[in-house]
């Protein structure tokens, strides 16, 4: 699924459900923070959504689900979920990465999608082959973007430094979260981190 065709859903989403807020969950949801995220990453047909500020009105999404006739229109469509459904750290939602989409009206709706730390973690944690998969791909693919971030952030702070000290800490530094903290080395570690067998992932959500 492209950029594009997730703006599509999202639209129809927002028509069809009256709420002008769309969340975005699964691998389609890091198109919001990548727009032109590597093909490795957007192997899916399916967008994971729900409506923010009427989540009881999900089941009104089939109608663009699968095997319904926006599917066979557009090759694509939507997975309608319940808010609860996905496994995501404390604080995911402050974290939501907005996704504006224009309406043939001239409105605008949004698709609040997960920021990439938080969808990679709620992978790990659901453990099944394509989750691994999505997070093998992301540990290659992403990895030059958060090195040329991370880079970028230590230049700009070391001129910060010598101009003035004592700015040096920045207020999202202050308010990182753990999930943001673990992840940034997350995206430098090797492949076989991810290779964690089903059955210890399992142990985790138990725990």
Not at 60 to 79: C, K, N, P
Not at 176 to 203: D, G, H, K
Request: hydrophobic share 40%; with cysteine.
């Amino acid at each position: 699924m492209t950029r594009e065709q997730l703006e599509h859903v999202i639209r129809a989403a927002a028509e069809i459900t009256g709420d002008a807020e769309i969340v975005v969950i699964g691998s389609t949801s890091i198109l919001g923070q990548y727009p032109s995220a590597p093909l490795e990453l957007l192997g899916s047909i399916e967008a994971d959504i729900y409506p923010r500020n009427h989540p009881e009105r999900f089941e009104m999404l089939d109608v663009i689900g699968e095997m319904s006739r926006f599917q066979d229109t557009f090759g694509y469509y939507a997975d309608p979920v319940q808010h609860d459904l996905p496994r995501l750290p404390a604080g995911w939602g402050d974290r939501l990465i907005p996704l504006p989409v224009a309406t043939a009206s001239g409105g605008q709706v949004v698709g609040l999608c997960l920021e990439a730390h938080d969808l990679v973690l709620s992978k790990y944690v659901a453990s099944r082959e394509k989750d691994r998969a999505f997070n093998r791909a992301s540990s290659c693919a992403l990895s030059p973007v958060a090195i040329l971030s991370t880079s970028a952030g230590v230049y700009q702070r070391a001129i910060d430094a010598r101009r003035a000290p004592w700015r040096c800490a920045s207020a999202w530094e202050k308010s990182t979260s753990v999930p943001q903290a673990v992840l940034s080395l997350y995206f430098l570690a090797r492949v076989y981190i991810l290779s964690v067998p089903a059955s210890t992932s399992s142990n985790l959500r138990r725990s």
